[in-house]
């Protein structure tokens, strides 16, 4: 195991945030990974993709990054198959491999940045798919113990970008691997989303393969999202707020274009890319640190920005947002302090 020092994490993380670790080493077997977790190193930081998190300053600690790769097939019958999927495999790549082979469940989150590990932890949605969807269990080794443990779909108390690793879980695992159901026949196609449903009508689609969704999605985000290889991003900064329907009722007599995705007869969910845009953030920018001027869910760094920039621009586009809806918005990303 080869232990580097004061190690720029400007390439493991997708806003492109310059920070340094004090000591750093990347794993690619799970006994290099027990190795690293069995240091003396007070305290220890678990690295993935670096796709859904904000780094405010150097990281004073062992930042394990996880480079675990592989896909296995452990199971499958007529109608399904089950995938385990190494932690450290792209997650946008294990998409493409299950297009490609007609395994249906995951093209609706084609494109989404990050690794495949930290999937289950945020529980990854987009165009009315979740990872929770089509999870089956997940791998784990114990950060202090280093024993062993598989999480069932009902252990990780899935919620809207919620689990169990986000709370009561937070900081004692490591997921080493991640395994999912998908259907090999008769797909569950989910065209219910509007920008989905217009793609496919421009292109004439009337009954869509999942590669034609994929690629309906991936034409979407593009069009929308920058790529963080050219435009430092974590995709969507915060998460559509879920609030109670007589607010809601208030606010669209007063603002008639406010989207609105009913949850039930007391809640309703609103997009915070619009609450956003309607606040005038939509494009702004102060020095490095802004906001997309195509999506305004999307904070990102114009080159030099730093944690501290990013995150000063978040809290100032949260108490803005709250001043003009008395909506709370609250990040979607991790913040590493």
Known sequence: ???AHDVSLKKYNTFGIDAKASSFVSVSTLDELKEALSTTT?????????????????????VIH?????????????????????????????VMHCVNNNYGGVENLALIP??????????????????????????TINRKSLESKIFTHSDCKFGYRESIFKNEAKDLYVITSVTFKLSKKDHNLNTGYGAIQEVLKQKEIK????????????????????????????????????????????????????PVYPLSNEE???????????????????EDAGVHDKQALVLVNYGNATGDNL???????KDEVYKKFKINIEPEVNIVK
């Open 311 to 317: 995150w000063d621009l978040a809290l100032q586009i």
């Open 114 to 139: 990050g690794n495949t590990g930290t999937s289950p932890v945020q529980n990854i949605g987009a165009y009315g798919v979740e990872l929770k969807d089509v999870f089956d269990s997940c791998s």
């Open 268 to 286: 309703v969910k609103v997009p915070a890319g619009w609450l956003i845009e309607q606040a005038g953030f939509k494009g702004y920018r102060i």
């Open 42 to 62: 007070k305290r220890k930081f678990v690295l993935g993709g670096g796709s859904n998190m904000l780094i405010k300053n150097d990281i004073e600690a062992l």
């Open 207 to 258: 009954n869509p393969t999942i590669k034609e969704i994929a690629e309906a999605v991936i034409h979407i985000r593009s069009s929308k999202l920058p790529d963080p290889k050219l435009l430092g991003n974590s995709g969507s900064f915060f998460k559509n707020p879920v609030i109670r329907k007589e607010l809601y009722d208030t606010l669209q007599s007063k603002y008639a274009g406010l």
């Open 66 to 94: 996880i480079n675990l790769k592989g896909i296995e097939v452990v199971k499958e019958d007529k109608d399904s198959i089950w995938l385990e999927v190494a932690a450290g495999e792209n997650w946008h790549s294990f």
């Open 1 to 3: 195991m080869n232990i």
